[in-house]
């Protein structure tokens, strides 16, 4: 800490020094014509001579990165975004102020230049700079042994260093963004309206999931941060939009893993007239179009495991999976006793006191899910675990849902949607009486909600896709932590 202390009085002094030479040591505005990305990617293959011959004059600004001096020259690596580009100070061009100024940089200042492209006798792409202009100073040094920054409590707790540092990071919040408009673009195009519902409250609902609490003093009311903006968009369904979405920022009061973070981003969207069946090609087309569009492919590499993204994808329904993949009869479905005794064979930990149906998710969370590597849809869930999903023609204990799986993970979550106000009802009630008995993440009574579907709610179809896993997917990360700017971290100490 103390050599930290030291290192930025001495950047102070350089500071004053500036201010001395009559330079704003944090300038204002700074004309950038030319990026450094740009520039290599137009003549960073052109050869000396041919540089030397067209003279190609160039401005641009950067934090400097690199910094070597030799007697009345230095030259510096200045980082625009994710580039790098070389430039050369030498004071007989600089003149004597900016040579005076080029003397007191340090590594994570922020300079602007002007000059001519150039190669260095070791064949370096490289700026020869005329005019230099210093735009801010860096106060604290880089971090010890920041190129390649590894530390992970640095690396999520000070992205700004994190940025710095490896520029690869860049690259992956600059797909972030491609795949959200790819995914605004795709639907827009599809005829949705895209909109934007609450993120406080009256009532959690839309998913099972505890909340964060907060007040509201003019109200005088206990709000909820959202868990899902589902039961909002639905509204709008009954109101006469027949298509909606909303990229939307979810809290729910949970665990922190590699693929969970309170706060959380999901695309949900709504179509009326149609059912599940119908998102399963949506959702086809949808991710490989991204795939196409943003990779070139629709085969990619997921931490060592290649997958194929093409369409169609495989369907498999919920229990005969658990079967499948367990050897299992298809008794277990129905008998409480035996499904709790291949639990046991399985290592699969449950409470000798859990329902039926929560000992086979169970079983299906621990055995199944880490086998869907490939594209899958899960169908056909029970409906106890799904309770805004409407029920199965065919079988009234199941609903018309399905949860896509892709690298052993959920990805997407949709169901033909629950239209029926009274039974919707009966459901709530249910949920709510878990709640009662201390399920913080069971349904309460949304009377609202069931008041909206009494005016009455056409067929319609949802679908939930979490955003953050699925740019893990695109950007071959393995950790939720690398795809968010800023995840939530315990307090610093």
Known sequence: MDELNDQRQQRIKKLDQLRQLGVAPYGTRFEVKDRAGQLTRLHGEKTKDVLEQEQISCTIAGRIVGLRRFGKAAFAVLQDGADRLQVYLKKDTLGEQAHQISEGLDLGDWIGVTGVLFRTKTNEFTVEVRTLTFLSKALRPLPEKWHGLTDVETRYRQRYVDLIANPQVHQIFALRSRIVSGIRAFLIERGFLEVETPMMHPIPGGAAAKPFVTHHNALGAELYLRIAPELYLKRLI???????????????????????????????????????????????????????????????????????????????????????????????????????????????????????????????????EPRLQQPTFITDYPIEISPLARRKDSDPSLTDRFELYIAGREIANAFSELNDPLDQRERFETQAAKHAAGDEEAHRVDEDFLRALEYGMPPTAGEGIGIDRLVMLFTNQSSIRDVVLFPQLRPEK
Not at 283 to 307: H, N, S, V
Not at 319 to 330: K, R, Y
Not at 353 to 361: A, G, R, T, Y
């Open 238 to 368: 009954v109101g006469g939009f027949p298509r909606v979405f909303e990229i939307n920022r979810n809290f729910r009061n949970e665990g922190i893993s590699t693929i969970h973070n309170p706060e959380f981003t999901m695309l949900e969207f709504y179509v009326s007239y149609a059912d599940y069946h119908d998102l399963i090609v949506l959702t086809e087309e949808l991710f490989g179009r991204l795939a196409q569009d943003i990779l070139g492919t629709t085969t990619i590499d997921y931490q060592g495991t290649q997958i194929n993204l093409g369409s169609p994808w495989r369907r498999w329904s919920y229990h005969q999976s658990i079967l499948e993949v367990n050897s299992l009869p298809t008794s277990v479905l129905t008998n409480r006793d035996e499904a709790l005794a291949a639990a046991q064979r399985l290592g699969v930990e449950v409470s000798p006191k859990e329902s039926l149906v929560n000992i086979l998710n169970e079983i299906f969370e621990e055995t199944v």
